[in-house]
């Protein structure tokens, strides 16, 4: 099955303004979707990040991987490392620390993922049984709260409405979890002062008292902050994540605070393991195939996590039903991925470059599609009125930052904050 063809299509769709360490997402959110053919006619898919600069290497490297064999993934992974070369940066301020193996997996993962489709289509069996086999049926995912305000500036409030306080936040948990049934709740911190967010970490455990919780503030917070935040929150939170930065930061607040610390900012590349075991910063990792270089390689890196005793969950970044298909085939087929994942997909409100039908939540949890392949299908309708979208939103790279500054100039990122 040799590799002919390659399409590479960046896409926007409406995005809410969601708060986080970083600032605000901006109105429109950016994905590339990749699509490899074969010479016997098999279409894989793949979904990647949008940002211009990881777009022109998904387009580079594209070219380099005409007339491979779509089993060929170790001389692909070669061929995609000699070009993207050095360490790209870390995109949007929240994907955390940079090295060169992970730009090269960044870049990787999405053709990965269309040549497990392209084999599951031709076998006729699931990508999950080409990872290991499913181990569940349906894959938990959680409700991913964040505070928000109640439209973009100048636009008209969103139907999620404004979420700017423990009461928001309740609402919002209550109208998520009616619409998919979710069963954990995580909440995007590192908005507001650390007493504001634990008192909504309180008001969801009164609401919601047998539903485990989760606080990311992505390392908006000093040691002591987190150690305080994690004292005062003991009994409450199922996982402490990214409290502070680096591994030296999450270390000592591990030793100090009674939850486990999960990370998807400070152990994001294998050369993170050694000296995050070595003192114990982390006990849940968060798995991410798109840049952990593709669904195989995510394999090896909960093999990894198996044999440090570490727990897993998923982390997610917007996206559309491509990921969210390969998100569950993997969540399906690794055995010790027991956290609920974390998805975006609610945000996206219905906006798909995928047939419906295929993807639904059932009790919060997405069923694992039992078709060949990923299971998903584009719509080449949607496909080109988002691509369209991405041509006229004005928007190339995602800037929360510069985005949340246009409104609040006093606002600055820095990290830790408090
Ligand atoms: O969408 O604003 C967001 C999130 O903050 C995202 O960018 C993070 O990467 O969800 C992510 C996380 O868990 O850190
Ligand atoms: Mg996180």
Excluded at 130 to 143: C, E, F, M, N, T
Excluded at 151 to 176: C, K, M, N, T, Y
Excluded at 187 to 213: M, N, S
Aim: hydrophobic fraction near 40%; include cysteine; charged fraction near 20%.
């Amino acid at each position: 099955m040799i590799i002919r063809q390659i399409h590479v299509t960046p896409v926007a769709f409406r995005d809410p303004p969601l708060l986080n360490a970083a600032g605000v997402h901006e109105p429109w959110a950016l994905r590339t979707i990749v699509e490899v053919v074969t010479d016997e006619g098999l279409t894989g898919l793949g979904e990647t990040y949008g940002d211009l600069e990881h777009l022109g290497k998904v387009r580079e490297t594209a070219q380099a991987l005409i007339g491979l064999d779509v089993h060929a993934l170790n001389t692909m992974y070669a061929r995609i490392a000699a070009i993207v070369g050095g360490t790209v940066h870390d995109l949007h301020g929240l994907t955390g620390a940079a090295t060169t193996e992970k730009s090269i997996d960044r870049v990787f993962s999405p053709f990965e993922v269309a040549c497990l489709d392209i084999r599951g289509k031709a076998a006729g069996v699931p990508v999950s049984d080409l990872l290991g086999g499913k181990v569940r049926d349906a894959v938990p995912y959680s409700a991913y709260l964040f505070y928000k305000w109640a439209g973009h500036p100048g636009e008209d409030p969103d139907r999620f409405g404004s979420a700017l306080d423990e009461a928001g936040i309740v609402e919002q948990a209550r109208l998520l979890i009616n619409e998919y049934g979710f069963q954990s709740i995580k909440l995007k911190g590192g908005v507001h002062p650390p007493d504001q967010e634990i008192a909504a970490i309180r008001a969801l455990h009164e609401a919601f008292p047998d539903t485990p919780l989760r606080l990311d503030p992505n390392a908006a917070w000093s040691v002591a902050t987190s150690i305080r935040v994690g004292r005062e929150l003991d009994g409450v939170l199922q996982y402490l994540e990214d409290p502070t930065s680096g591994i030296d930061g999450m270390a000592e607040v591990a030793a100090s605070v009674p939850m486990p610390l999960a990370t998807n900012m400070c152990v994001v590349t294998p050369e993170h393991f050694p000296p995050a075991m070595a003192s114990r910063a982390i006990g849940v990792l968060l798995l991410d195939h798109h840049y952990w270089g593709g669904l195989v390689r995510s394999s090896h890196i909960a093999a990894m996590c198996d044999a440090f005793g570490l727990g897993m969950s998923m982390h997610s970044n917007s996206h559309l039903g491509i990921s969210l298909a390969a998100m569950t085939h993997l969540g399906a087929a690794t055995p010790n991925l027991t956290f609920a994942c974390d998805t975006h997909t609610p945000w996206q409100d219905g906006q798909d470059v995928i047939q419906p039908g295929a993807l639904r939540f059932v009790n919060g949890a997405v069923p694992v599609p039992t078709t060949p392949g990923l299971g998903v299908e584009l719509d080449r309708d949607a496909l080109a009125v988002m691509n369209e979208q991405y041509e006229k939103c004005g928007i190339s790279s995602r800037d929360d930052t510069s985005y949340m500054q246009r409104f609040d100039p006093s606002f600055s990122p820095k990290k830790p904050r408090w």
